[in-house]
């Protein structure tokens, strides 16, 4: 354990306490073997002057829903400590009446709320107090053994206290332990499955104790000839199983999930231990995940997938009834992670984000599994300490901070033509409704898009393989696909059919037609699977008031719009929806520079303005009204419609 306290950087905060609190909260928060996505606190000991003058003994404990890694002084709630030290000496306290005392007993009504261990920290008799869930003292207590191997890393320097539940049921079991506790001698504690303190008269030495105290727990691992984890690679990875996953749990969830896969040579190789799934089913490794990954993975080979999910929220219903009290309400039994023996792991989530945050959990969980198991045997919390806490109020009001859903959210939706004009409004269209998005195009600057819920892929849509290869893509990287946009296209030369240069008809027959068709054929085993499929395609108001000279485009994009029609009509027993837009006269594309525009509305004897709201309704069509359109279609509001043809072009009389 690398300890990254580093004098420079520090120097700075020398005689602000809260700086320093700040300061050594984020270099715990930097290492993910101590602390994961808001696990873990922190808390300092000042004594301040009041608003009026008083000097009163505050702690500074991290508030709820910060993450130590990014936690600033705001992050921290100011509680007084008399009115800890007081709640601390009840024999009870409710947990809506700790939350409402500790709120109150805030100097910052503005403050966030403070951690529901905010009373512990105020008993422990030091002015830094650092807690947190490192793998290595998970690994060594979460073990039959755990209590003596404890006992023999670190002698009488810790105090040591069995599993009780977070809050103040702990804080009081703690404040009980240690009256006339001689703590001279004593540098942490350890509480068994859940995790560490230390703590210290200055931030740097409870720090240091913290790294010191892991490093050994490490240590003690490493003599006892572990540490190290099988690799591998996937054995038998199936696209089309993984969007069926994808699907199953999304149903189960009430709404579409993001599939991260994880198939690195860690995951593979815990996947395929033979006895991967037996210990994988054993429990998770600190009981606050389970708010992120629920008790239990689901478990499933290629060969039993089917109907998987099913038992697997069917197990979760029966522990929901057994441990569950009359006030109590089911969360939804939807698996929040898998292990796909022989392949790997794979996280869910409403976005790629919170897949990634449950993704980070399960690297730990199956890193610190292998390492209990190698320690003489994995053995976590059992069902009623968990559920206890996966019900909590306390708990529960962390996630209920989230924000709200946006309508495509969980959404997966490939794009065609995205670097530019339409289909990158598309594309824009789709994220903001909440999609992941994967834009597809020639144009290398695609690649730019690179970000959680955004991948660019270059790709020549006549080229069969490589459109095979960015579908693919879509589905390895988000878990399956639910929108296709086929937007790709080219504006081939106008000219008579008595001067149709051959090649011109067949260029335009290779891109705006039968790529369409390639890209579609490869689309629907994954479609199939989709949460709410559907396929939206861009055509051209030219399909019904087609123009003199314009035979290859129009012919193709009348084509298309027939492929439209027949996809429409064999989709549909399969719940997947088949839609054109007819756009006309949209300008804002890079094809159309002010020369161009300028030329055009000469040959028609019209101003810019005119020729480019030469419609009914006199009105400018642009790419961001097309990209709105199809984000429309590709939700609710569309859910009951396949086969139709709505144009977006301001009205035209040779249309209607
Ligand atoms: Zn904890």
């Not at 909260?25 to 808390?43: A, C, F, I, M, W």
């Not at 006339?180 to 560490?196: K, R, W, Y």
């Not at 929901?320 to 006030?327: A, E, G, I, K, V």
Request: proline residues 5%.
């Amino acid at each position: 354990m690398k300890n990254l306290w580093n004098d420079q950087e520090a120097a700075p905060f020398e005689g602000d306490l809260l700086a320093q609190r700040v300061y050594t909260s984020q270099l715990l928060g930097r290492d993910p073997e101590l602390v994961l996505h808001g696990g873990g606190n922190t808390s300092v000991k000042i004594t301040e002057k009041t608003f009026f003058g008083e000097e009163e003994e505050i702690l500074h404990v991290k508030g709820s829903g910060w993450d130590l890694a990014t936690i600033a002084q705001e992050g921290f709630a100011p509680i007084r400590m008399d009115v800890l030290m007081k709640l601390a000496a009840l024999e009870f306290l409710s947990d809506a009446d700790m939350v409402t005392q500790l709120r109150a007993g805030m100097t910052d009504p503005a403050a966030p709320n403070g951690s529901i261990e905010a009373i512990l920290h105020a008993v422990l008799p030091f002015t830094f107090v650092d807690h947190t869930h490192a793998n290595a003292i998970l690994a060594l207590t979460n073990n039959a053994r755990g209590e003596a191997r404890v006992k023999e890393v670190y002698g009488d320097r810790v105090l040591v206290v069995p599993y009780i539940m977070p809050g103040f049921i702990l804080a009081r079991k703690v404040y009980e332990m240690i009256q006339g506790q001689d703590f001279a001698n004593i540098e942490g504690m350890v509480l068994l499955n859940h995790g560490i303190f230390s703590f210290g008269a200055t931030a740097r030495e409870s720090y240091d104790r913290m790294i010191q105290l892991v490093s050994e727990a490490e240590e003690h691992i490493q003599a006892a000839g572990s540490g190290s984890f099988p690799t591998g690679e996937p054995a038998s990875l199936d696209l089309v199983k993984l969007a069926q996953l994808r699907h199953d749990v999304s149903e189960a969830k009430g709404h579409a999930m993001i599939a991260r896969f994880d198939g690195s040579p860690g995951a593979a190789g815990f996947a395929q231990r033979s006895d991967a799934g037996e210990i994988a089913g054993r429990g998770p490794v600190t009981p606050d995940h389970v708010l992120r990954t629920k008790r239990l993975p689901l478990i499933f080979d290629n060969d039993d997938l089917e109907g998987s999910v099913e038992s697997y929220t069917g197990i979760y219903a029966n522990y929901f009834q057994r441990f569950s009290t009359p006030d109590l309400q089911m969360l939804d039994p939807a698996p929040r992670w898998a292990l796909w023996l022989g392949n790997g792991t794979v996280s869910f989530g409403s976005n790629m984000k919170n897949a990634g945050v449950v993704a980070d959990i399960v690297k730990t969980t199956r890193d610190t599994i292998q390492l209990g198991e190698q320690l003489g045997g994995w053995s976590p919390l059992t069902e009623a300490p968990l559920f206890e806490i996966e019900y909590w109020d306390l708990e529960q009001a962390k996630l209920k901070k989230a924000p709200a859903r946006r309508p495509l959210e969980g959404k997966v939706a490939l794009i065609t033509g995205a670097a530019a004009g339409i289909g990158r409004a598309c594309l824009q269209a789709l994220h903001d409704a909440g999609a992941a998005v994967v834009g597809v195009d020639l144009n290398p600057e695609i690649e730019e898009l690179q970000d959680d819920d955004r991948l660019g892929v270059i790709c020549n849509l006549t080229d069969d393989e490589a459109t095979r290869a960015a579908v693919e893509d879509t589905v390895k990287r988000f878990g399956g696909l639910d929108i296709l946009v086929s937007n790709a296209g080219i504006f081939t030369a106008g000219a008579y059919v008595e001067k149709l240069d051959p090649a011109n008809w067949d260029k335009s027959m290779a891109v705006n037609l039968t790529s369409h068709v390639r890209l579609l054929h490869h689309c629907v085993p994954y479609l199939r699977h989709g949460i709410d499929p559907t396929a939206i395609y861009i055509g051209s108001r030219n399909v019904h008031a087609p123009g003199a000279g314009a035979a290859s485009y129009s012919c193709a994009k009348a084509g298309l719009t027939q492929l439209v029609r027949v996809a429409a009509l064999e989709l549909a027993p399969e719940n997947i929806r088949v839609n054109i837009v007819h756009p006309d006269a949209v300008f804002d594309t890079k094809l159309w520079t002010p020369e161009v525009l300028a030329r055009s509305a000469e040959r028609y004897g019209l101003t810019v303005d005119e020729y480019k709201k030469r419609n009914l309704m006199k009105t400018e069509i642009k790419s961001a009204d097309v990209g709105r359109m199809v984000a429309t279609m590709a939700g609710t509001t569309f859910g009951k419609t396949t086969g139709a043809q709505i144009p977006v072009d301001g009205g035209n009389d040779r249309v209607i």
